[in-house]
């Protein structure tokens, strides 16, 4: 069963288990698809509404856009465990031979690489989601402007999970070409959001 097909209970249950996944990188996922939710929320509140008529062009592209991240975040979250069962399963790989050892040693850094990828792309969508969040501060519902300072802060988590996934994958590949370029995209992905996120916060506190 995929995981966004659970029950919150029994998602709830799995993530505070012994098992290994899901963990961080599906829970990223999951704060990332409340933040949004929280976003497109707002816009269904707003749109339609004789008080923000002339935001109307601007609502409805964000409505579209928040349909869309809210199906990628979704996504990720069945994804980043995908990516982690990948690494998993190089360990039942056989390793008696020096070609075993080798295939092995392969299968294990392209399924390191993957499992760098998925959160990246992650923290990808979480600077698209924050900055479709920011342009509906003071142009949205006023009464649900709490909301968008909420879906700020589960996508700041998001952004920020997904970048510790991203680290603790790259710390065992071996191309350091590979690992310079995530470790220097990421880093400059988790600024940009994390100082969207607490702009977005700030102002909707000054609102509120």
């Known amino acids: 069963m995929k995981l966004i097909d659970m029950k919150v209970k029994d998602f709830m249950t799995v993530l505070g288990s012994d098992e290994p996944a899901p963990g961080g ?34 609502l409805k592209e964000a409505h579209e ?45 392209q399924a390191l690489k993957g499992a760098t990828q998925t959160p990246f792309e992650m923290m990808e969508i979480a600077i698209e989601a924050l900055n479709v969040t920011k342009k509906l501060i003071g142009k949205s519902n006023t009464n649900a402007a709490s909301d968008l300072g ?12 997904a970048w510790l996934n991203v680290l603790i994958n790259l710390s065992g590949v071996k191309d350091p070409a590979f690992v310079e370029q995530y470790q220097e995209q990421g880093a400059r992905l988790l600024s940009e959001g994390s100082s969207l996120a607490d702009e977005i916060y700030e102002a909707i506190e000054k609102i509120v």
């Open 65 to 109: 856009e928040t349909t869309q991240l809210q199906a990628s975040f979704i996504k990720a979250i069945d994804e980043d465990t995908e990516a982690f069962n990948k690494v998993s399963a190089v360990f039942s790989m056989p390793k008696e031979t020096e070609k075993e050892k080798e295939e092995r040693k392969e299968a294990m850094q």
């Open 25 to 58: 990188g599906s829970a990223s996922a999951l704060a990332g698809s409340m933040g949004i939710s929280l976003t497109k929320m707002v816009t269904e509140l707003s749109f339609g509404k004789k008080k923000y008529e002339e935001f109307e062009a601007l």
């Open 150 to 161: 909420v879906a700020a802060l589960n996508l700041k988590s998001a952004l920020q999970g």
